[in-house]
């Protein structure tokens, strides 16, 4: 499978497993998250509009967000494949996809979902830290640095704005009424598969590349 979208609520580990898996299979790792934060972070006007909703913890409206990602599509180096991490979220971005791979004449390979109970979640996601310089993540039980408070890079570690509590519910209520219903539209299309996501991240990622390397039937519609 070299076109992928991995598709799941905010916490779920999309982004450790998808940085992991976009090394192993040689895929660009395409995580509309980390190009909007790049953004608010040089200070382009994408990043300016987005900011407010990212920190609030809802979804940067559709045609800034559908734009960035046509445009990052249309690098070279995503021609063979890429692997889209945190798009689409809504249904307009869906269709939008569709569109900018019909006129490619690709299409995608699967959509990968990572099923998690909603306490991970919140559990997941409020012992998440992020390393300000390489942007790495850990997890403060989980999945931690091998010095507490220090990126394996040397960098420091913080929450990220949209992990305090107030962001993480609201991105949950956000990801509840505008992305969950994309796993219907892609199982009806039977390309989804379903990825147990609630282990320890090496058990996930063997589940992805079993999956990847096309050693897992798709699931039913
Ligand atoms: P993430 O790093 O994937 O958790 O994304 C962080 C934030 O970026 C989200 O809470 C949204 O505000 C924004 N964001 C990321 N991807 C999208 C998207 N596909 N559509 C709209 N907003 C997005």
């Known amino acids: ?21 976009a090394r192993e299979q040689n895929l660009p790792h395409i995580a509309t998250g980390d190009l909007l934060r790049q953004n608010v972070e040089s200070g382009t006007p ?14 940067v409206p559709d045609d800034l ?5 046509d445009a990052r599509l249309g690098h070279r180096d995503g021609v063979e494949g890429f692997l889209l991490d945190g798009y689409p979220r809504s249904v307009p971005q869906a269709e939008a996809l569709d569109r900018t ?5 690709v299409s995608l390979d699967g959509v990968l979902y990572f099923g998690v109970a909603p306490e991970t979640l919140v559990e997941r996601l409020g012992g998440r830290r992020t390393c300000r310089a390489c942007k790495a993540n850990y997890h403060v ?20 704005e949209d992990d305090r509590p107030e962001a993480v519910r609201r991105r949950l209520d956000v990801y509840r009424d505008q992305t969950a219903s994309l796993v219907a539209h892609y199982r009806a299309r039977s390309v989804l ?4 996501a609630g282990g320890a991240p090496d058990a996930v990622a063997a589940q992805v590349a079993r999956i990847l390397d096309g050693q897992v039937r798709k699931a039913r519609p």
């Open 46 to 59: 994408l990043g300016c509009k987005a900011k407010a909703f990212m920190d609030r913890g809802e979804l």
């Open 141 to 160: 039980r989980f999945l931690p640095p091998k010095v507490p408070g220090v990126c394996d890079c040397g960098g420091d570690l913080v929450v990220r």
């Open 65 to 69: 967000v559908i734009g960035m990602v």
């Open 101 to 105: 791979l019909r006129d490619r004449r």
């Open 1 to 21: 499978m070299r076109r992928v979208v991995f598709l799941g609520p905010p916490g779920a580990g999309k982004g450790t497993q998808a940085a992991r898996c």
């Open 193 to 196: 598969h379903d990825v147990d």
